[in-house]
């Protein structure tokens, strides 16, 4: 089992910035990547970003390519997402995950899942 916990989502404003925490515990070493998905109101989640714990193998979404930035500490167990000129439409809660195979970018590709933290960016 592998427990995710996520931090540092708040209130803030257009053009700001913000830094998201994913801290994992438990069989960490069966992960091979960790991953963030977003679900704005009403809608499905999505893919934002994965990276792979050993390498640090990237790959964004179109919509934040270029603004968001994923990194991680693997001696920490942490995994952390920097946003960048957010905009409002990047009103979501944000979730990580953790994908014992690959670098995936659907859900059903996750196996484990934190609750999520809520970002939300005023106009």
């Known amino acids: 089992q592998v427990q995710l916990v996520e931090s540092g989502g708040r209130l803030v404003q257009a053009g700001g910035s913000l830094r998201l925490s994913c801290a994992a515990s438990g069989q960490t070493s069966s992960v091979y990547a960790v991953g963030w998905f977003r679900q704005p109101p009403g809608k499905e989640r999505e893919f934002v970003t994965t990276?792979?714990?050993?390498?640090?193998?990237?790959h964004y979404a179109m919509s934040v390519r270029g603004r968001f930035t994923v990194t991680r500490d693997s001696a920490k167990n942490m995994v952390y997402l920097q946003m960048d000129n957010l905009k409002p439409e990047d009103t979501a809660v944000y979730f990580c995950?953790?994908?014992?195979?690959?670098?995936?970018?659907?859900?059903?590709?996750?196996?484990?899942w934190g609750e999520g933290t809520q970002v939300t960016v005023s106009s």
């Open positions: 995950a953790a994908d014992r195979l690959g670098l995936g970018r659907r859900t059903y590709e996750y196996d484990y």
């Open positions: 990276i792979s714990l050993n390498a640090g193998t990237t």
